[in-house]
Every structure is written in C-alpha cells, then in structure tokens.
C-alpha cells in the first residue's frame, strides 16, 4: 500500500472494497440482525452499524447480542440481548435477520451448495453439510460472500442445492417464494445481484482494477452483463479510517483477499 | 428422598442396545458428551443410529464404525471447519444419511419431544433435501392460507446424552455457560436420557449464585447422572472449560491422515476416562 490517494490515507486495498460492498448490503436494512459469515462480511457488517444502518443487531459469534461494535475478534464490552441457537434458528422464521453466507458453488440462479461435491450419496468431496441454508433462504434475505471468485465457485448447476435459487423456489411454489429473498453476491472481483427479468445473476460493479474479461473468465456460467457497468463505489475517509484502525486494526481482512 | 440416579459411564453403556436410535446433544465442537461417546466407543455397540448437530462425537463414532445412520445438518469443529472423520466417512460411504436443516432438526426434535408426527416448516421447500430424503412430505394447510409446507417428520430417540455444567444426584441439569444448545429437547425426546456433568452438587447448591433459568434439564426426563469432570474435553464447556484447541488441532492431524490415526488412537483412547485424562495431561506437558 504505497500508493496515496486523495484522502491523504495510504490507498484502498481490494479487501477494503469488499468491506464496502459487504456493508452495503445492508444499507436500509432497518432494525434486523445481521448474520456475516466470514471476516470481510463480519467487517462490512460492523462498516455499516457504525456508519449509515446504526439500528442493526450483531451477535458475538456465540449467544450474544452486542450493545457496541468491537473489532472483529474481540468481546463486546457491553451486551444487549441473548441469541442462543435455538433463538437464532426461531428468529431466521420471523424473517427480521438478513444473512451474508459463504458458497462452496453457487450458479446463476443464486442455488448455493455448502453441503459436498460430487454425488450426495457418495462425495468425492464432504464439505459442511446444509447447514441452515435451506431454512435461511426460505424465510429472511440471503447475500452471498465468496472471497476467491473462481469457476470452482461459479457454476452451471450446483451438486447439492442447500440455499435455495430463483428458479428452484419458483418451480416449489408460492410457499417457497413468499419470503425468498437473495439480494446480492459480493467476491473478491465484484458484486452481483438478480436484477434481471428471469431473475439471473448479473453483474452489478466490478471492483477497481478488476476487468470484466477477469470477471467473466471466472465465471463458469454466461453472466448477465448491462451495457454500463460502473466500479464498486470508493469508501469515504472516515470509514476507511473506522476499517483500519476501529474494525479491523490487525488487518484480518486482508488474509480473506490477498492484495 | 427422591432416588439417586448416579452411575458411571460404563452404566449408561449397559443401558444401551447396538440398533438403538441416540441424539447426542451440544452443538458442533461444544459441549459434548464425550466422555459418554467415548464409553460407547470402548464398548461392542454398533449399528447405531445417531441423531446429532454434528462434531467429534460424530466423528469419534464414525471412524470406530458404530454410525449405521446419521441425522444431521452438519459436521463441524467450529474454529475448524470440517470435521475430518465425518468427511472421510461420507466421502467411503461409511454410513446412510438423513441430512436435514438445522432448523428442521429443531423442530423435528420437538415433534418426537411433544409426541407429533411432524412439524410443519418452510424450510427445505426447494432445496435438495427434498430430493436425497425421499421420504421427507409436504402438508397443505387446512386454513384458508392454503400453504404448502415440509412436515419435518418427529425425531423420536432412544436414548439421549448430554453434558452439562452441574446436576444432582437426581437428574436436574444445570448449563453455566451462554447457550444451552438443544439438550433439554434431546432429553424430552427420548425414551431414557443420560446426563453426564462436570460436577454433582447438592441440590439446594444448584442455585448458589445462578438463577432458576439456569436448570435447563429436569429430573423427570433424566435416567442416570454421570460426574465426569473435563468430560466433554476436547469440546468447549465454558465457564468450566474453554475448547482445547491445541488438543482439538492434534485430532485433526491424526484424522486426517490414515497413518497417524492407529497411534493417535493407541496413545488417548485405548483405555479408560482415567487413562484418557491422564494422556491429555501427558500431551499438554509436553508442548509446554
């Protein structure tokens, strides 16, 4: 980071415009927990309570709510609320939590699969198994993180979908689709949503320095691409000064996305 | 006097039948009965099917070959991702499967605790759970909604274990720490429930210093009380224990390669709780 912008900080790291993205989506999320999974998402997501979504909840990682926003990795010095599992799994059904999971694969209909690779019955890969994506999809926002954006990740159809897509909630009904919402994918390159009329990924801004040739020889599907893609927008002074000396002043973030 | 249901491990065992239904409670790498699992590994069970929110007791389990079936959403260290038995036993299609959704678990433990077939859910719709448990059926509201729904089916147990930070002698477990994960519901459902714990204390004890909230499993739906302290090791039982990482790295080692596994094996779990106890002393000494 030798670089300097006209912030007069050292200049804007990849992980630092994935700490953006990721707080943003959950700009106007109101009073919801947010659940980040991964350290660029759970930065993001303590990016956002500090900054423009100060109503957000934000678990410690285990059963509680805390009242302030440490940095990632440390306790909170003072707690509002319990959230043991069983009330994490009973609030998901109330919808009031918008999740940001991690996607062994994840294909343009938003099917994500963290369950194994390979034939169910017998994997050539066990990954986590489905975890609470299934119960995740169907009842509150799901957003996507995948830090290594990669036709591993992105392909033509997942083998065991655990989050449930647009077309797969479509064809079970309206059940399914009542409160199945995906708003978005973050990467490493850039960020995606579903704003397309048959509901595919698309892609939303590409990263600063990244190409779209980078993006789309990564991904292992034909990606929904608009005329004018604009750049992931930039992170102000202050928040990047709250990233780097508040949030994440051991530079966790950029372990997740190498430089 | 109400009856003293202390035992030992090796009890709770003899109470058991290869063939047998058992959820195994805490959550991951937390809190688990592992001093109970690792009596069912000493012993000649088999062919069981294990109800769990997946960690080493998977695991440990599997790679003895005791799993006939799990039910399960997934296996987990935790601080390591991938529990790397449970992986390696899909991956030779060690054992059948039901995978389920965490919250269909939940609920389907609650049914088998409430004596319901099932529950009904939104969870699982659309997904390919639907598809690997053929089985799994929706059921359509009879009120004017009309919705469609999974009728996560009752899991019904034969016997549960789990652990705790204290309990009397007469079955009322005790959580100290900040989530009590599901092990009353896996007592409720179950035709005989084994509560193994870190401490027995006096009853009149149990609330020194805790609140009543605190009592999580009641004596009612208890069979038989174990004192194993560091029993859920190299689970995390806080405020008694942390997890031990350093431990719990070592078993991902050992795990994960074939060659070690027989010495990693030999060296912990050849022998009795005492003998294993004993061996994590050794192992801590030495890195130190």
Not at chain 1, 142 to 167: A, I
């Amino acid at each position: 980071m030798s670089a300097t912008g006209t912030t007069g900080l050292p200049a804007v790291s990849r992980a630092e415009y994935c700490v953006v993205a990721c707080a943003e989506a959950w700009r106007d999320a109101g009073e919801v927990l947010a659940s980040p999974m991964g350290t660029v998402p759970a930065i993001g997501a303590r990016l956002a309570k500090l900054t423009f979504s100060p109503d957000l909840l934000l678990t410690d990682g285990e059963a509680l709510l805390m009242a302030d926003t440490p940095a990632v990795g440390e306790r909170p010095g003072s707690v509002e609320g319990w959230l043991p599992f069983r009330r994490h799994l009973t609030l998901t059904a109330t919808g009031r939590r918008h999740v940001m999971m991690g996607a062994a694969q994840l294909d343009r209909h938003g099917n994500q699969n963290i369950s194994c690779v390979g034939d169910w019955s017998r994997p050539t890969r066990q990954l986590l198994g489905v975890r609470g994506a299934p119960v995740n999809t169907l009842n509150n926002p799901t957003s996507y993180w995948v830090p290594k954006h990669s036709t591993r990740v992105f392909v033509e159809h997942v083998d065991m979908v655990s989050g449930v897509g647009h077309d797969r909630a479509a064809a079970a009904g309206p059940s399914a689709t009542r409160y199945h919402r995906l708003p978005g994918v973050i990467t490493n390159l850039g960020v995606f949503d579903f704003e397309t009329p048959d509901r595919v990924m698309r892609l939303r801004s590409l990263h600063p320095g990244v190409s779209l040739e980078q993006v789309t020889a990564a991904t292992g599907f034909g990606l929904s691409v608009p005329d004018e893609v604009p750049f992931t927008r930039e992170p102000t002074e202050p928040e990047l000064r709250l990233i780097r000396e508040v949030i994440d002043p051991k530079g966790l973030r950029e372990h997740e996305v190498p430089a | 006097m109400t009856q003293d249901k202390t035992m030992t491990a090796e009890d709770v065992v003899g109470r058991l039948e290869s063939g047998m239904t058992i959820g195994i409670g805490g959550w991951g790498s937390r809190r688990k009965p592992m001093a109970l699992v690792r009596a069912v590994l000493r012993s000649d069970l088999t062919d069981l099917t294990v109800v769990s929110y997946g960690g080493p007791d998977v695991g440990l389990l599997a790679a003895a070959g005791k799993i006939r079936k799990l039910v399960a959403a997934f296996g987990t260290l935790d601080s390591i991702p991938l529990e790397p038995h449970f992986t390696a036993a899909r991956q030779r299609g060690a054992f059948e499967m039901a995978e389920l959704d965490e919250a269909m678990m939940m609920w389907g433990l609650t049914a088998g605790a409430q004596r319901l077939p099932f529950m009904p859910v939104r969870a699982g719709l659309g997904s390919d759970l639907m598809v690997v448990n053929p089985a799994l059926r929706t059921v359509t509201s009879p009120y004017e909604d009309g919705e469609e729904l999974v009728a996560a089916p009752a899991l019904r147990l034969d016997a549960a274990l789990v652990h705790l930070n204290r309990a009397d002698a007469q079955g009322n477990g005790q959580y100290l720490g900040p989530d009590p994960y599901f092990d009353d519901l896996f007592c409720e459902a179950a035709d005989q429930a084994y509560v193994s714990c870190e401490r027995i204390v006096e009853t009149a004890d149990l609330l020194k210093g805790h609140g009543p909230q605190t009592l999580l499993v009641k004596r009612l739906f208890v069979d038989g009380v174990v004192e194993t302290p560091n029993g859920a090791h190299f689970t995390s039982c806080v405020p008694d224990h942390d997890r031990d990482e350093s431990f719990q790295r070592a078993y991902v080692r050992a795990a994960r390669d074939p060659e070690a596994w027989p010495a990693f094996a030999a060296r912990f779990l050849s022998g009795d709780e005492a003998a294993y106890q004993a061996a994590v002393t050794a192992f801590h000494l030495e890195e130190a």
